[in-house]
């Protein structure tokens, strides 16, 4: 008889956002006159740009004619996108980076999930705490994680690094020795960054170990500050200790259309074998990438239009960012982040936990944000509210807060 992954047991029962969701969904059920607004998760909401919008139009009407359709797309993406990518992520920022190397996909979110698949079944991996939900779950699945505790919310074989208000959310390096690093700056949930001399440290430390760095640059478009690297591969000996993730999501709005790619540099090597030559099995096995006229839309992201259009949007959520800064900081909260990330983080009033201070936002407020335990034990006192909201919604849900 068939059995089940049991790791897949482990997990609890619903993923962080899931919850939320269904949250929102019985009380919109139960009061269906109170309108909910939504700064919960970091999904976008301005209209994909105009250059973006011809783009789709024109590669559609491509898949309509036999000289100009395209079928299955390469493996590792279109020649085309990942010279792009190379150009302008990578070399105008002066990493070495070459087109072959970046494997594009239908999104971060999927790649961050499956990287871990490419290493052994005992690596002992670190996360930062709080964390993006995905990095820890998928290392669950794969039965990495040791057993759950419930009392203190953590994997008895992960390496939390905690990052709170005290280290100004930037992890210590760890007293155990990982095999792989998950770091994501500027980063999700606390919407702080680090100083490029601060990840050079890391890379220095990971290439001491022998761990590879698994680096979630999806946030880089709302870096402000000129000291804060947008790419790990800006820091001396990367190429030999990291894959970085990256995603079309929070800056170009393709949370609906999925876009995104990682990069595993040939340099990066476990006894002689290529990386590279590992994640290029998945993809060209498991996975076919994202579709032609997704990835002939992401380049349009490139051209100088698309760079100033975009560029629009990312500064308009960025001021979102800022008022709810200065909203919150008036009505008397602790605020952090919001400056090179569109997440605010704030503490929670009164003593109250994470869940409490959402039920309080959802019934006085109907307002919803998301709870920082749900990111991890450190996240406990903590709420995170996005501001990728449209402007009047926002502005709303201050006032609501405001007057809570
Ligand atoms: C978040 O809210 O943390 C993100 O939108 C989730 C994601 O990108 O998958």
């Not at 990069?263 to 994202?290: E, F, I, Q």
């Not at 335990?373 to 006032?399: C, D, H, I, M, Q």
């Amino acid at each position: 008889m068939f059995q089940l992954n049991e790791n897949y047991l482990k997990l609890p029962g619903s993923y962080l956002f899931s919850t939320i969701a269904k949250k929102a969904a019985a009380y919109r059920a139960e009061y269906p006159d109170r309108p909910l607004i939504s700064l919960g998760i970091g999904d976008v909401t301005q209209p994909l740009a105009l250059v973006i919008i011809e783009a789709l139009h024109e590669a559609v009407d491509e898949m309509a004619k036999a000289e100009t359709f395209h079928g299955y797309a390469p493996d590792l993406g279109y020649e085309f996108l990942r010279r792009a990518i190379a150009e302008n992520d990578y070399a105008a920022r002066g990493c070495s980076i070459a087109a072959d190397e970046i494997f594009v996909s239908d999104g971060a979110k999927g790649d961050s999930a499956n990287i871990q698949e490419i290493f052994s079944s005992d690596s002992r991996i670190a996360v930062c705490d709080p964390v993006y939900p995905v990095y820890v779950d998928s290392n669950v699945m794969a039965g990495r994680t040791g057993e759950y505790d419930a009392a203190t919310g953590t994997w008895s074989k992960v390496i939390y690094m905690p990052c709170t208000a005290e280290n100004g959310f930037a992890p210590a390096l760890p007293d155990v020795t990982p095999d792989l690093i998950y770091l994501c700056f500027p980063n999700n949930p606390t919407g702080s960054a680090i100083t490029k001399d601060q990840l050079q440290e890391w890379v220095r430390y990971a290439s001491s170990v022998g761990a590879v760095i698994i680096y979630d640059a999806a946030y880089e478009a709302y870096i402000s500050e000129e000291n804060v690297p947008h790419s790990i591969y800006e820091c001396e000996g990367a190429r030999e200790c990291a894959i970085e993730l990256r995603s079309f999501s929070k800056n170009a709005g393709f949370t609906g259309t999925r876009l995104g790619f990682t990069v595993v540099p040939k340099d990066l090597k476990c006894n002689g074998v290529m990386l590279h030559s590992l994640w290029a099995r998945r993809h060209g096995t498991k996975y076919n990438g994202a579709p032609y006229i997704i990835q002939k839309a992401g380049c349009a992201v490139y051209t100088p239009e698309g760079k100033a259009q975009i560029a629009e949007q990312v500064a308009r959520y960025m001021e979102n960012a800022k008022m709810i800064r200065e909203a919150l900081k008036e009505s008397g909260y602790t605020v952090y982040g919001g400056v090179n990330a569109p997440y605010i983080w704030m503490k929670t009033p009164d003593g109250l936990t994470s869940w409490e201070f959402f039920d309080r936002l959802l019934n006085e407020a109907n307002v919803i944000g998301t709870p920082g335990s749900g990111f991890g034990p450190s996240g406990e006192g903590y709420f995170r509210l996005t501001a990728f909201g449209n402007r009047e919604n926002t502005k709303e849900a201050l006032e609501r807060i405001r007057r809570m």
